[in-house]
């Protein structure tokens, strides 16, 4: 069964400081992991996803993350947050090609600070 | 990537009454859409698999008769919560499936007085 670890519940950092959430999943096979972003009252924005092609990935608004297999992680980070960027992140693994089985993390909130 | 919309986006209800979610999908055919229960500063709980054509597939501990899915058509899936209580207040967002990704929607709050 997969199942995925987001390590920090809160993540406060400074405008144009960068940004680092991490993120650890465990799963049998070969995963799909994904981030997606979520805005208050708002539904989730994909951010970037790994589906066993590179292993470093680039998203959106200036977001990457890299799919590390020894250390089951995907982190994700950009160089400089912008205040913007303060909502909601989840970590999302799955398995196969059927984008069934969504295991979510529990969410990790960033807070930009001016 | 897809785009999905929901409506309404909020609604607020009296305790009794019924109350129904549409999902649309509006640049795609989804088969499968899926909808998702969210409490406040909590994760998404999937709730239910909606199959075009055929019944949906609820996962455990979701009452089916409480929470009617309707998914008639390629672009339209209903979520209908019946005799809502307020313990049926919630953010509720539905999503889509595009190979291997999913797309959501916008979210719903429902508010059960």
């Known amino acids: 069964a997969q199942s995925v670890t987001q390590l920090d519940s809160h993540v406060s950092v400074s405008e144009g400081t960068p940004v680092l959430l991490r993120c650890n999943y465990s799963?049998?096979?070969?995963?799909?992991l994904f981030w997606y972003v979520q805005h208050p009252n708002k539904g989730l924005q994909l951010l970037l996803k790994?589906?066993?092609?590179?292993?470093l990935v680039k998203g959106i608004n200036g977001f990457e993350a890299e799919f590390k297999k020894s250390e089951t992680s995907f982190h994700l980070t950009k160089p400089s947050a912008h205040m913007s960027d303060a909502a909601e992140y989840f970590c999302?693994?799955?398995?196969?090609?059927?984008?069934?089985?969504?295991?979510f993390g529990p969410g990790t909130r960033l807070s930009v600070l001016p | 990537g897809a785009v999905v919309s929901q409506h309404p986006s909020r609604v607020i209800c009296k305790s009794g009454t019924s109350v129904k979610i549409e999902c649309r999908s509006l640049?795609?055919?989804?088969?499968?859409m899926f909808w998702y229960r969210q409490f406040p500063k909590k994760s998404l709980m999937l709730m239910a698999t909606?199959?075009?054509?055929?019944?949906?597939?609820?996962e455990q501990g979701v009452e089916k008769d409480k929470f009617l899915i309707n998914h008639a058509s390629l672009t339209l899936s209903t979520l209908t919560v019946t005799s809502a209580h307020p313990e049926d207040s919630s953010f509720y967002i539905c999503?889509?499936?595009?190979?291997?990704?999913?797309?959501f929607g916008p979210g719903t709050r429902l508010t059960v007085l």
């Open positions: 790994y589906t066993s092609a590179a292993t």
């Open positions: 909606s199959n075009e054509g055929s019944k949906a597939t609820y």
């Open positions: 640049d795609f055919q989804a088969t499968t």
């Open positions: 999302v693994v799955t398995v196969g090609n059927y984008g069934q089985n969504f295991v």
């Open positions: 999503s889509i499936k595009s190979t291997d990704t999913q797309y």
């Open positions: 799963s049998s096979y070969s995963p799909s």
